[in-house]
T-cell receptor, first 112, second 111 residues
Framework: DAGVIQSPRHEVTEMGQEVTLRCKPI?????LFWYRQTMMRGLELLIY????????DSGMPEDRFSAKMPNASFSTLKIQPSEPRDSAVYFC??????????FGSGTRLTVV | GQQLNQSPQSMFIQEGEDVSMNCTSS?????WLWYKQDPGEGPVLLIA?????ELTSNGRLTAQFGITRKDSFLNISASIPSDVGIYFC???????????FGSGTQLTVLP
């Protein structure tokens, strides 16, 4: 099992540009989570899906953020337009029925 | 919303020493989990606790689910250099699948 796969690992973009982060969950996991990690705020849940359906997006900071899960093996988190304060490490995690997530290695986003 | 208070925020210890860290909450959790994050990687699950009072070990790691269901601790015995990293507690409640994470304990092991 390759685990949760995120791409890209690093992204540097200019303010105002669109950024798309990608995630492939572990096969058979029916929950998918997007987290953001910063020094100031720690790990923040942005949104999570169950069986490809968004369940709770109350953590999405603004309308500039959107997430989709078109099928069980792929999800995207998009920021448009990006701002410097969006700089953070973004993690995707997936979970089978039962507690405990498996996290991906994260995408380090820098908006300049 | 629910919040977890994790302490200490950071620790510097000598190799071979034991380590203890804990999390407390004003809310009850049904599940407590402990994760470790290495630099440049995502958190990895170390131990999961499902019942109040439960004491679970994983090698040199021991974690307990507090009787009140509002706290948990993690002990690491005989620390080694590869124990360096950030340790997070996380609580889960009810049927909700999302976890609430603590702010992390940065552990440094000195040779």
């Amino acid at each position: 099992d390759a685990g949760v796969i995120q791409s890209p690992r690093h992204e540097v973009t200019e303010m105002g540009q669109e950024v798309t982060l990608r995630c492939k969950p572990i096969s058979g996991h029916d929950y998918l989570f997007w987290y953001r990690q910063t020094m100031m705020r720690g790990l923040e849940l942005l949104i999570y899906f169950n069986n490809n359906v968004p369940i709770d997006d109350s953590g999405m900071p603004e309308d500039r953020f959107s997430a989709k899960m078109p099928n069980a093996s792929f999800s995207t988190l998009k920021i448009q337009p990006s701002e410097p304060r969006d700089s953070a490490v973004y993690f995707c995690a997936s979970s089978p029925p039962g507690p405990g997530y498996t996290f991906g290695s994260g995408t380090r986003l820098t908006v300049v | 919303g629910q919040q977890l208070n994790q302490s200490p925020q950071s620790m510097f210890i000598q190799e071979g020493e034991d380590v203890s860290m804990n999390c407390t909450s004003s809310s009850i959790f049904n599940t407590w989990l402990w994760y470790k994050q290495d630099p440049g990687e995502g958190p990895v699950l170390l131990i999961a606790l499902y019942k109040a009072g439960e004491l679970t070990s994983n090698g040199r790691l021991t974690a307990q689910f507090g009787i009140t269901r509002k706290d948990s601790f993690l002990n690491i015995s005989a620390s080694i250099p590869s124990d360096v990293g950030i340790y997070f507690c996380a609580g889960g409640s009810g049927s909700a699948r999302q976890l609430t994470f603590g702010s992390g304990t940065q552990l440094t092991v000195l040779p």
